[in-house]
Protein backbone atom coordinates (compact mmCIF):
# COMPACT_ATOMS: atom_id res chain seq x y z
CA UNK A 1 0.00 0.00 0.00
CA UNK A 2 1.10 3.49 -0.93
CA UNK A 3 1.70 5.94 1.45
CA UNK A 4 -1.60 8.18 2.34
CA UNK A 5 -0.44 11.14 2.22
CA UNK A 6 0.79 10.99 -1.50
CA UNK A 7 -2.87 10.14 -2.06
CA UNK A 8 -3.84 13.12 -0.08
CA UNK A 9 -1.66 15.57 -1.96
CA UNK A 10 -3.19 14.49 -5.15
CA UNK A 11 -6.67 15.26 -3.75
CA UNK A 12 -5.14 18.22 -2.57
CA UNK A 13 -4.05 19.31 -5.94
CA UNK A 14 -7.67 18.32 -7.83
CA UNK A 15 -9.09 20.80 -5.61
CA UNK A 16 -6.99 23.70 -6.38
CA UNK A 17 -7.58 22.59 -9.75
CA UNK A 18 -11.12 22.40 -9.66
CA UNK A 19 -11.65 25.71 -7.58
CA UNK A 20 -11.81 27.90 -10.61
CA UNK A 21 -14.64 26.22 -12.38
CA UNK A 22 -16.78 25.79 -9.19
CA UNK A 23 -19.58 28.02 -10.21
CA UNK A 24 -19.62 26.66 -13.56
CA UNK A 25 -19.66 23.07 -12.50
CA UNK A 26 -22.57 24.06 -10.15
CA UNK A 27 -25.02 21.97 -8.84
CA UNK A 28 -22.89 19.04 -10.52
CA UNK A 29 -19.56 20.23 -8.66
CA UNK A 30 -19.64 17.61 -5.66
CA UNK A 31 -20.97 14.86 -8.40
CA UNK A 32 -17.38 15.45 -10.50
CA UNK A 33 -15.05 16.49 -7.64
CA UNK A 34 -15.97 12.88 -6.69
CA UNK A 35 -16.07 11.04 -10.03
CA UNK A 36 -12.43 12.64 -10.18
CA UNK A 37 -11.11 11.50 -6.91
CA UNK A 38 -12.51 7.62 -7.31
CA UNK A 39 -10.51 7.74 -10.96
CA UNK A 40 -7.69 9.02 -8.92
CA UNK A 41 -7.98 6.52 -6.53
CA UNK A 42 -8.21 3.83 -9.14
CA UNK A 43 -5.21 5.12 -11.15
CA UNK A 44 -3.64 4.18 -7.95
CA UNK A 45 -4.61 1.34 -7.36
CA UNK A 46 -3.56 0.04 -11.03
CA UNK A 47 -0.09 1.88 -11.57
CA UNK A 48 3.18 0.46 -10.64
CA UNK A 49 4.59 2.42 -7.56
CA UNK A 50 7.59 3.35 -9.99
CA UNK A 51 4.81 5.21 -12.64
CA UNK A 52 2.63 6.83 -9.57
CA UNK A 53 2.53 10.24 -10.30
CA UNK A 54 -0.11 12.29 -7.86
CA UNK A 55 0.33 15.46 -9.62
CA UNK A 56 0.12 13.54 -13.27
CA UNK A 57 -3.21 11.78 -12.13
CA UNK A 58 -4.72 14.56 -10.18
CA UNK A 59 -3.94 16.86 -13.07
CA UNK A 60 -5.03 14.60 -16.08
CA UNK A 61 -8.59 13.68 -13.82
CA UNK A 62 -9.25 17.69 -12.93
CA UNK A 63 -9.64 18.55 -16.39
CA UNK A 64 -10.63 15.07 -18.37
CA UNK A 65 -14.23 16.04 -18.41
CA UNK A 66 -14.60 19.66 -17.59
CA UNK A 67 -15.16 20.20 -21.32
CA UNK A 68 -18.64 18.70 -20.55
CA UNK A 69 -19.46 22.13 -18.42
CA UNK A 70 -17.06 24.68 -20.27
CA UNK A 71 -18.52 23.36 -23.81
CA UNK A 72 -21.75 22.15 -22.79
CA UNK A 73 -21.54 19.19 -24.79
CA UNK A 74 -20.90 15.65 -24.98
CA UNK A 75 -18.34 16.84 -27.78
CA UNK A 76 -15.70 17.43 -24.67
CA UNK A 77 -12.51 16.10 -25.59
CA UNK A 78 -11.16 18.57 -27.21
CA UNK A 79 -12.63 21.63 -25.09
CA UNK A 80 -11.39 19.44 -21.89
CA UNK A 81 -7.48 19.50 -23.31
CA UNK A 82 -8.49 23.45 -24.42
CA UNK A 83 -8.62 24.09 -20.27
CA UNK A 84 -5.84 22.09 -20.07
CA UNK A 85 -3.67 24.24 -21.70
CA UNK A 86 -5.31 27.47 -20.86
CA UNK A 87 -4.42 27.02 -17.61
CA UNK A 88 -0.64 26.26 -18.69
CA UNK A 89 -0.68 22.72 -17.24
CA UNK A 90 -0.48 21.07 -20.83
CA UNK A 91 1.78 18.22 -21.67
CA UNK A 92 1.88 15.31 -24.25
CA UNK A 93 1.36 12.84 -21.88
CA UNK A 94 -1.39 14.87 -20.04
CA UNK A 95 -3.08 15.55 -23.63
CA UNK A 96 -3.11 11.71 -24.42
CA UNK A 97 -4.72 10.65 -21.30
CA UNK A 98 -7.62 12.90 -21.79
CA UNK A 99 -8.29 12.55 -25.23
CA UNK A 100 -7.83 8.57 -24.97
CA UNK A 101 -9.96 7.89 -21.27
CA UNK A 102 -13.17 7.23 -23.54
CA UNK A 103 -10.77 4.93 -25.77
CA UNK A 104 -12.89 1.36 -25.90
CA UNK A 105 -9.96 -0.44 -26.30
CA UNK A 106 -6.56 -0.62 -25.18
CA UNK A 107 -4.32 2.23 -25.87
CA UNK A 108 -1.55 -0.03 -27.06
CA UNK A 109 2.17 0.36 -28.62
CA UNK A 110 -0.12 3.74 -29.68
CA UNK A 111 0.20 5.42 -25.85
CA UNK A 112 1.92 5.32 -22.72
CA UNK A 113 1.30 2.71 -19.64
CA UNK A 114 -0.18 5.76 -17.35
CA UNK A 115 -2.66 6.78 -20.55
CA UNK A 116 -3.71 3.23 -20.22
CA UNK A 117 -4.23 3.08 -16.43
CA UNK A 118 -5.81 6.26 -16.47
CA UNK A 119 -8.26 4.88 -19.14
CA UNK A 120 -8.74 2.08 -16.75
CA UNK A 121 -9.50 3.59 -13.83
CA UNK A 122 -12.40 5.56 -15.62
CA UNK A 123 -13.29 2.81 -16.60
CA UNK A 124 -13.48 1.25 -13.74
CA UNK A 125 -15.37 4.36 -12.30
CA UNK A 126 -18.27 4.71 -14.99
CA UNK A 127 -18.87 1.02 -15.20
CA UNK A 128 -19.36 1.27 -11.01
CA UNK A 129 -16.75 -1.46 -10.64
CA UNK A 130 -18.10 -3.86 -13.11
CA UNK A 131 -15.22 -3.69 -15.40
CA UNK A 132 -12.26 -3.82 -12.37
CA UNK A 133 -9.13 -4.24 -14.36
CA UNK A 134 -8.20 -6.64 -11.30
CA UNK A 135 -9.09 -4.21 -8.32
CA UNK A 136 -10.08 -5.87 -5.25
CA UNK A 137 -14.03 -5.39 -4.32
CA UNK A 138 -13.30 -3.99 -1.25
CA UNK A 139 -10.95 -1.50 -2.97
CA UNK A 140 -13.80 0.05 -5.26
CA UNK A 141 -16.17 -0.03 -1.93
CA UNK A 142 -13.50 1.73 0.40
CA UNK A 143 -13.66 4.78 -3.01
CA UNK A 144 -17.49 4.61 -3.17
CA UNK A 145 -17.84 4.76 0.64
CA UNK A 146 -15.28 7.67 1.02
CA UNK A 147 -15.92 9.66 -2.49
CA UNK A 148 -19.96 8.72 -2.85
CA UNK A 149 -21.36 9.08 -6.22
CA UNK A 150 -24.25 11.49 -5.17
CA UNK A 151 -26.04 10.94 -8.63
CA UNK A 152 -23.07 11.47 -10.74
CA UNK A 153 -24.26 8.37 -13.11
CA UNK A 154 -27.92 9.79 -12.97
CA UNK A 155 -26.42 12.80 -14.32
CA UNK A 156 -24.27 11.03 -16.91
CA UNK A 157 -27.63 9.37 -17.99
CA UNK A 158 -29.73 12.16 -17.89
CA UNK A 159 -27.44 14.02 -20.57
CA UNK A 160 -26.63 11.66 -22.71
CA UNK A 161 -30.59 10.99 -23.44
CA UNK A 162 -30.59 14.81 -23.64
CA UNK A 163 -27.95 14.14 -26.30
CA UNK A 164 -29.96 10.82 -27.73
CA UNK A 165 -32.96 13.35 -28.46
CA UNK A 166 -31.03 16.28 -29.44
CA UNK A 167 -28.12 14.07 -31.48
CA UNK A 168 -29.76 10.60 -32.05
CA UNK A 169 -26.94 10.13 -35.36
CA UNK A 170 -23.83 11.00 -32.64
CA UNK A 171 -25.23 10.18 -29.10
CA UNK A 172 -21.70 9.36 -27.75
CA UNK A 173 -18.94 11.72 -29.57
CA UNK A 174 -16.28 10.90 -26.97
CA UNK A 175 -16.00 7.32 -27.20
CA UNK A 176 -12.80 6.66 -29.36
CA UNK A 177 -11.81 2.40 -30.98
Given at each position: ???D?EF??????????L????SR??SD?E??R???AR???????????N??????FA???A??D?G?????D??Y?G????????R???S?E?E??I??????T???S?G???T?I???A??TEV?M?F?S??????R???A????P???????L?RR????LA?R??S???????
Amino acid sequence: MRADSEFESALTQLDQLLEPYRSRIGSDYERYRNHCARVIFFSRELCPTNRWSGALFATAAAFHDIGLWTKGDWDYLGPSCDELRSRDASSPELESMILNHHKLTSVGSSGSEVTEIFRRADVTEVTMGFVSFGIPRARIQEALARFPRKGFIAMLVRRFLHRLATRPCSPLPMFRL
